[in-house]
């Protein structure tokens, strides 16, 4: 994740606030608008706050299938390079139609599909479900070697276990198929 440096806050206040705080980047300052109420203190934890948000925002607008698509080549390279002549996929696309499942793969036409719902996630949860999915284009079922292959990715372990407790805490059942 590149870190941008900390950009210059305008702070503006208005009356016609009443509670809604407000942020949008102009340039390299952002505007932050709060309600004219507000106290120092206030001020200061929203504009840390709507920082934080507007950061999130532009990571995720990062996030694009091209992204993904490097992403996939890196992660191939890196861990199955030994099946490289399989793992050529036809598409590697972020998805927000795929209900239950934080990725698919179609071994037989080589695509794969990434729910939007990790989207926010660390790096290394997004690396391991596209490993997942591309793992699948050299073994299509959860075989004994298919899990060989995953488990090359030394966080395949911490990030089943970050997957199932996001699923515990939704009271969403999503298989990582
Ligand atoms: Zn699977």
Known sequence: MTRTRKPVVEVRRSQRRRRTVSAYRDGERVVVLIPDRFSRAEETEWVERMLARLAAREERIRRTDDELLSR???LTHRYLADHARHVQPASVRWVTNQNGRWGSCTPDDGTIRISHRIQEMPDWVI?????????????????????????????AERARGYLEGISAATGLVLADD
């Open 127 to 155: 690396d391991y479900v596209l490993l997942h999915e591309l793992s699948h284009l050299v073994v299509p079922s959860h075989n004994a070697h298919f899990w060989e292959l995953v488990n090359r990715y030394p966080k």
């Open 72 to 74: 996939a080549r890196r």
